[in-house]
């Protein structure tokens, strides 16, 4: 019989409590201020989240109860089996044992609807009869556009125009789920009609969605906004990925020296790593890697400052690792690692020394991609292909010490949406790309003038 | 705590060994025969498969071993989840309890890896460097390469001209798993330049592809050709799904009344339906329905005869439900359903009353995949949404009837690679379509002249 690869959980195993970082921080994180550096309350939120997250996005409590009804529609693909990828680690010659989560069994195909579900059902529990969001290449607003239909909730989407017009299976994913997506900009905002005037013939951007988005939210009837990244307790809601991989490394009495995800605006590689995070400020010998591409190197580049969430300014200040709410960031593949700020819990971390950041080409990426592909057979997505490429790194480094490495990440989810990133790839078309350091001193510039975190 | 709904078993519990219905069939199924009805030796097959193939083709053991390196690459994904659809069920308020077994968690997406992988070991086995395959949609096709990949061969896929331009996708998808795959007719046969020469613009056809692939196999160094459904292996390598839904039934202390998979050529209706005939060949009372499009009726309205599995004839003749090997499908989104024939061994059950056949309309099936993707999240293929609306009618008869109805059926695949077909439901553009009485009798005369079997 062939050795075990899927370490998998029963459903009666799966996490009943989500896990809260900031109970267990040496140091808290700073909270969001307004443009004179004034922490800001919860009624400044109220119009754009519902009161009931905006108490979870502040909550000290170390264990926060998953309600049923969300632990119903997450078991539709939860626990998510965690594979010990003995094809790669046979593929490398390596002695480390590499492990990761399979966050591609899920209905959208990636980790986004661990938030996107339990979001849409805080919201209908407070009332609201809509969610609006924003997408770029439609990750996030297809998986909003099914934890919306699951909860009974209408969801408005704002795609990027060029993603609406080149990249249309998301688009009809989250029709399929009975969502109303419209290409941003669109004429059914103010914001929006204002930039269309000014540039009919704009592709978009996230920004503009952003701004969209909250506008439609704001002005709009029982509605309300929904963020797929980088806010606390959306991290929160993805750390059932960690909860689950630490009951499955006990089950084959494993545990792992290095935890690895991908980082765009965080809420993956949270998922993954702040239940380790936990054992690592406890006492555990454990390294954390966060991964982002050299062409948006939020943590490795980028200065910690208070900053905006949107180009338009319409968001809280949060203190983050950020390039700039101007910066617009180059046409790379993997389009869910192209924001200009990182999670403020993340960069905390990184700021405490709690974990450490790299940056990556996205040719030794795609590179790491098709041996994943050759070897465990699954194909991943442009995002999670960054997270794999450390893991080469690190299973080669092992190899060459001779060292039994224990390696864990998270497959962020599959690539079968985004082929056309391979196919340029097999075309030769792709370069590797690090941001110029002019452009980082543009856009960098657009924070001049803010408030500065007390411990930047 | 919710109600389970995912019945899992571990991989020590996977089944060991195929389940060869020939050994059980009340009636053994005619064979394949010569244009003069003389039936063939294995000698004539020998140049287009490899022989220990063939042997299996032809066996009548009741249980034949899964070889350790194919279990090895099965378990990648298998043994897969078998659903209880509570969501569904609520839905439709519906007293049946629903099961499906979940086949769109491997890596292509489909059940066809099932025997892409294990025709790739008998091949390797066997000293064949590489195959050659026909694809139409591209679902055949990216299953063998990933299976070839996987065992190390080399893959060659003919695929119809008119997918390869229109559906970019799946290709991409077999240039990632290493597959050499080119648009069909091509100028790289005999039969292709032959066909190209009398008609340059022709959009191809899968008649013409396996007509290439053929030749292809018997020309080429070291190279047989693989077929993806009809055959007797074919379908038994299938049969490991309809074996562990047995296994998990046993689990939960149920057991189905119906069992459903959609038909096209045959093997994932006999996938998940064999290992249940052979327990009501033993006495149990079960209904087992094989559905197919109106638009592609061979077993409800073809007749059982001797016909050629291409249209260039460059098969042996197989005793099966056939439209005749001239005939041209409609173009309805479900790809898979689009043979002008149906595995032998189904045909044969239908004969032998073990089975029953319906035929039903396009746009009941988008209606029914749009109820399954609402209810219980994921995207059926097109193919599979031909099984999920025969449930919603048998649910609904329950429902009537008031009876406790236990339904199971193979969700063969996930529909995210066929999205444009859900595009043109929702833009009003699809139709239903019953393949015209005149259509049908001109393929029908192709048949003329060939031998009939014993039992038509």
């Known amino acids: 019989m062939p050795e075990q690869v899927k370490i998998l959980l029963n459903e009666d195993e799966m996490p009943r409590q989500w896990y809260n970082i900031q109970a267990d921080l040496p140091k808290p994180c700073p909270p969001p201020v307004d443009k004179d550096g004034n922490p800001i309350g919860p009624d400044t939120l109220a119009p754009v989240f519902p009161m009931n997250l905006i108490e979870q996005e502040v909550s000290q409590e170390r264990w926060i109860d998953i309600p049923e009804p969300v632990l119903d529609v997450l078991m539709q693909w939860r626990p998510s ?26 209905p959208p195909g990636s980790h986004k609807p661990n938030t996107a579900v339990a979001q849409a059902y805080y919201n209908k529990e407070f009332g609201i009869k809509r969610l609006t969001t924003e997408t770029g290449a439609g990750q996030w607003g297809s998986a909003l556009a099914y934890g919306c239909k699951q909860m009974g909730l209408e969801c408005k989407v704002y795609m990027v125009r060029i993603s609406f017009d080149q990249k249309p299976f998301r688009k009809i994913m989250m029709q399929t789920w009975g969502a109303n997506c419209v290409a941003s900009p669109s004429t059914e905002t103010q914001a ?4 269309l005037k000014e540039y009919p013939d704009t592709p978009g951007s996230l920004g503009i969605a ?16 929904s963020l797929g990244s980088v806010l606390n307790h959306v991290l929160m809601h993805q750390t059932v990925i960690g909860l689950e991989a630490k009951k499955q490394f006990e089950k084959v009495g494993d545990y792992p020296d290095v935890v690895i995800g991908c ?21 555990k010998e454990i390294k954390v890697v966060a991964v982002e591409p050299s062409a948006c190197p939020t943590l490795t580049r980028a200065p910690y400052a208070y900053d905006s969430g949107d180009v338009a300014m319409m968001t809280p200040l949060l203190p983050m690792h950020s390039l700039g709410h101007t910066f617009v960031p180059p046409p790379i593949h993997a389009g869910g690692l192209r924001y200009h700020g990182m999670a403020p819990l993340v960069s905390h971390c990184l700021k405490l020394g709690l974990i450490e950041a790299g940056a990556l080409h996205q040719l030794e990426c795609y590179e790491a991609a098709l041996m994943f592909a050759y070897s465990e057979g699954f194909i991943p997505a442009p995002e999670t292909s960054h997270a794999i490429a450390q893991v ?37 078309k792709l370069e590797d790309y690090a941001l110029p350091e002019e452009q980082m001193m543009r856009s960098l510039a657009s924070m001049e003038g803010l408030p500065k975190p007390p411990s930047a």
């Not at 980082?263 to 006492?283: L, Q, R, T, W």
Request: glycine content about 14%; some cysteine.
């Open 81 to 106: 089996p965690l594979y010990r990828a003995r094809k790669l680690e046979k593929a490398l010659g390596t002695p480390a044992r590499i492990y990761y989560k399979n966050e591609g069994v899920s």
């Open 263 to 283: 980082a765009g605006g965080g809420s993956n590689f949270a998922g993954i790593s702040f239940p380790f995070i936990c054992d690592k400020i406890a006492g």
């Open 192 to 195: 929006g009609r204002a930039i």
């Open 210 to 225: 952003i701004s969209e988005a909250i506008e439609a939210a704001v002005t709009g009837k029982d509605s309300r906004y």
């Open 392 to 428: 080469v790194r690190e299973a080669r480094l092992a190899k060459e010490e001779g060292r039994e490495r224990v390696i864990l990440f998270n497959w962020s989810g599959h690539g079968l949406m985004d082929l056309t990133g391979y196919q340029a790839y097999f075309d030769g």
